[in-house]
């Protein structure tokens, strides 16, 4: 039995990023239909016209991991997408878009502010601690910021 790939189903021509997307909400287990995860998507870059460095994605990774996890304890996962232009985030519960603009964006602005060595970006921390850009990922959330907070959530129907 196969289950379609949400993001699969998602125009990349019709988006305009930077944006939040709420992907999806799964139930955890069905004897549990109140236990569910919440999927964001929140993209950085154009689809097809740009994407990150490598470097940029990584250390934005790295900045969020450790940042989001100050804010929240519901953050399950953050990881960079394979096509580079933007992050998965996956939340405990049906989260509100609203609640994950903000904390993206507050996130962001620590990003733009931050100076000094990239959390957990020693050899023995990370798997390619030499790949990463401080001042590209900064960019990247500057030009994330310049949305306001208001309009960065978004609903494409598929
Ligand atoms: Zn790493």
């Known amino acids: 039995m196969t289950h379609p790939v949400e993001s699969f189903e998602l125009d990349h021509d019709r988006v305009t990023a930077p944006y939040i997307r709420k992907a999806k909400v799964m139930t955890v287990n069905p004897a549990y239909p109140d236990c569910v995860i919440s999927k964001f998507d929140v993209r950085f870059a154009q689809p097809n016209q740009e994407f990150l460095s490598n470097g940029a ?11 989001i996890r100050q804010k929240t304890d519901q953050l399950i996962d953050v990881s960079p997408m394979g096509c580079r232009t933007g992050f998965y985030f996956v939340f405990c519960n049906d989260q509100e878009p609203a609640w994950v603009a903000r904390l993206v964006r507050e996130a962001l602005m620590e ?8 959390p957990g970006a020693s050899r023995k921390e990370c798997g390619n601690y030499l790949e990463h850009n401080l ?3 900064k960019l990247w959330a ?13 609903v494409y129907r598929t």
């Open 111 to 118: 990003v733009c502010r931050f100076t000094g060595k990239i």
């Open 135 to 137: 001042d590209e990922a």
């Open 142 to 154: 500057e030009r994330f910021l310049k949305v306001p907070e208001a309009d960065v959530i978004v």
């Open 57 to 67: 994605l990584h250390t934005l990774e790295h900045l969020f991991a450790t940042f």
